[in-house]
């Protein structure tokens, strides 16, 4: 009954119209361009310290040879290169840093192999864990090949990540897995999304309350996917979200807010479309003018990072508006 309540009140409120004041850009600046391709952002708070990790490569391509970079910097504004983690062959991409309930930094992400005539021949998760940043376990794969569990949520003890097989042509499956130690996991549930449904992001609310921002089609009329879901987490309320998420992140800020970001794509008089990084208010997202950009553009952009303290989000993110896909940092405050 509390569930049928939930969902109730979720899709109620999804549906309905929240006023509010535009963000405000406090600061945007870039913080690396020392590669010919950098992408693919994460941000997290570690003891006193942001850590920014990303992929360089030559291209946005698989079979690049990706490499993933991490950055420290105490205050956001001044970054050092702490860790460069390569594995011969494979393609790196898509990193994602979490914290275990010890403390240990958890560094999630995809590896690809490819033949010599650009074809994948493997296509695996991978993770390795670190106490500062600096020195990193070696890559462990985990899950089996294919699934690609794009980010993971530590909450009460247990990581949840949502992975997604995309080596099917005619459609993609998702599942929710859950694990105790992030190289172990079991299936929750799969989830009923159609229409080649990917990355994922999952949060959770103090009372509990799964919710999920969830990436669903190929173009850039395939609208992004939000849920919501109770413990034991196997039966999901969804609704449609009218934006698009390149790379889809969240965050829940006070009053109950759900603050989006991805890469969005926006269209000009031309009828062609123009991608930026934006940021979105989705108990509003309803409302079209509801999209706040944040400072991007030019052939590749989006992937961001996100971090709440109070009413200061700091997002991570890349773009290619200078030319060369290089990372940047939005200071934004929140209404």
């Given at each position: 009954?509390?569930?049928?309540?939930?969902?109730?009140?979720?899709?109620?409120?999804?549906?309905?119209?929240?006023?509010?004041?535009e963000p405000k850009l406090l600061e945007s600046y870039k913080i690396w361009d020392s590669s010919p391709y950098s992408?693919?952002?994460?941000?997290?708070r570690h003891h006193d310290q942001f850590l920014c990790t990303f992929r360089?490569?030559?291209?946005?391509?698989?079979?690049?040879?990706?490499?993933?970079r991490i950055l420290t910097s105490p205050d956001g504004k001044n970054w050092e290169s702490v860790a460069l983690i390569a594995e011969e062959g494979v393609d790196l991409r898509d990193p994602k840093l979490s914290i275990k309930p010890d403390g240990t930094l958890m560094l999630l992400l995809g590896g690809t192999i490819t033949d010599k005539n650009g074809n994948v021949v493997n296509r695996q998760s991978r993770v390795a864990f670190s106490h500062d940043g600096a020195e990193w376990t070696p890559l462990t794969?985990?899950?089996?090949?294919?699934?690609?569990?794009?980010?993971?949520?530590?909450?009460?003890?247990?990581?949840?990540?949502?992975?997604?097989?995309?080596?099917?042509?005619?459609?993609?499956?998702?599942?929710?897995?859950?694990?105790s130690d992030?190289?172990?996991?079991?299936?929750?549930?799969p989830l009923d999304i159609k229409h080649f449904p990917n990355e994922?992001?999952?949060?959770?609310a103090e009372t509990?309350?799964?919710?999920?921002?969830?990436?669903?089609?190929?173009?850039?009329?395939?609208?992004?996917?939000?849920?919501?879901?109770?413990?034991?987490?196997?039966?999901?309320?969804?609704k449609r979200i009218k934006q698009v998420f390149g790379g889809p992140d969240f965050v829940i800020a006070p009053e109950h807010q759900f603050w989006a970001a991805g890469r969005v794509y926006i269209k000009e008089e031309d009828n062609k479309y123009q991608e930026k990084t934006g940021l979105v208010n989705l108990s509003d997202a309803a409302n079209p003018d509801n999209l706040f950009l944040v400072p991007s553009g030019g052939d590749d952009t989006g992937y961001p990072g996100m971090v709440l303290d109070g009413k200061i989000l700091w997002m991570s993110y890349y773009s290619s508006q200078d030319g060369t896909p290089?990372?940047?940092?939005?200071?934004?405050?929140l209404p």
């Open positions: 009954m509390r569930f049928i309540t939930l969902l109730t009140t979720f899709l109620l409120g999804m549906m309905g119209h929240i006023e509010c004041t992408a693919f952002t994460d941000l997290i360089e490569s030559d291209s946005h391509q698989d079979g690049e040879n990706g490499k993933i794969p985990i899950l089996t090949e294919n699934e690609w569990l794009w980010r993971v949520t530590w909450h009460d003890g247990r990581a949840y990540g949502i992975a997604y097989d995309a080596h099917l042509k005619n459609e993609w499956t998702v599942n929710l897995y859950v694990s992030g190289i172990n996991y079991d299936l929750v549930t994922a992001t999952i949060r959770f509990g309350e799964m919710y999920v921002l969830l990436r669903a089609g190929k173009s850039v009329k395939s609208y992004a996917w939000f849920g919501m879901s109770e413990p034991p987490y196997t039966a999901f309320a969804w290089s990372i940047y940092i939005a200071k934004i405050l």
